[in-house]
């Protein structure tokens, strides 16, 4: 695993394969934004169990590409509520664990699809930076998105960052949004691709 710095909030982790990236952050992630088990204490049996009972398969080693986790996560992990943590957890605790001020954690692995690290990126950016938020957050009002949100529902994704994920998939991954078929406002790309680079700078 690779950690690289991309400004004083925003750290990406590069796994060797996506499986070690899942192996390392499952838990994590899926803390934060699962519909099943957000804010909710969970083994990774019992992850895995949920999942294939709602998929008919276990393929989550397989299709997630990226992740993307708010330091605030990682606060239940260190107070011991999840004891005990896997030895890979446990890495990632030791890791970030001391770290005082607010940071995000965005994770792409070496054989990840091109557009998944501008996914995570927009979903950082996002979640540390309270003017690129404030300008998505007005774009967004004045468009309908049930058809990307019913979408995005069942590839796992809680309500709760309903909004965070609609505007990383437009703005990163609308090819893979055509090839799938779900409807979204095509102009949005383009709006969001702007203020990534307006305010990334």
């Not at 519909?35 to 049996?45: S, V």
């Not at 890979?88 to 091109?114: C, M, P, Q, V």
């Not at 501008?118 to 967004?140: M, Q």
Request: include cysteine.
């Amino acid at each position: 695993m690779k950690i690289i710095k991309i400004n004083d909030s925003i750290l990406h982790l590069l796994f060797p394969n996506i499986s070690d990236m899942c192996n390392h952050l499952l838990r994590f992630q899926e803390y934060y934004e699962s519909p099943k088990f957000q804010n909710e204490i969970f083994t990774i049996g019992q992850f895995k169990k949920w999942y294939s009972d709602f998929y008919g398969i276990f393929d989550y080693y397989d299709i997630v590409e990226g992740m993307n986790i708010p330091s605030s996560v990682l606060k239940c992990f260190i107070e011991g509520w999840f004891d005990p943590l896997t030895e890979n957890e446990t890495k990632i605790i030791d890791l970030f664990g001391h770290r005082s001020t607010s940071f995000y954690i965005i994770a792409t692995a070496e054989n990840s699809s091109s557009d998944i690290y501008d996914h995570e990126l927009l979903h950082a950016l996002y979640g540390t930076n309270i003017h690129y938020k404030s300008s998505i957050d007005t774009l967004f009002k004045n468009y309908t998105l049930k058809d990307l949100e019913k979408y995005l529902y069942y590839l796992g994704y809680s309500k709760k960052v309903m909004l965070d994920e609609c505007h990383a998939y437009i703005g990163a991954c609308s090819e893979f949004l055509l090839r799938e078929g779900v409807k979204f406002p095509k102009e949005l790309v383009i709006k969001i691709q702007l203020l990534k680079n307006e305010y990334l700078k």
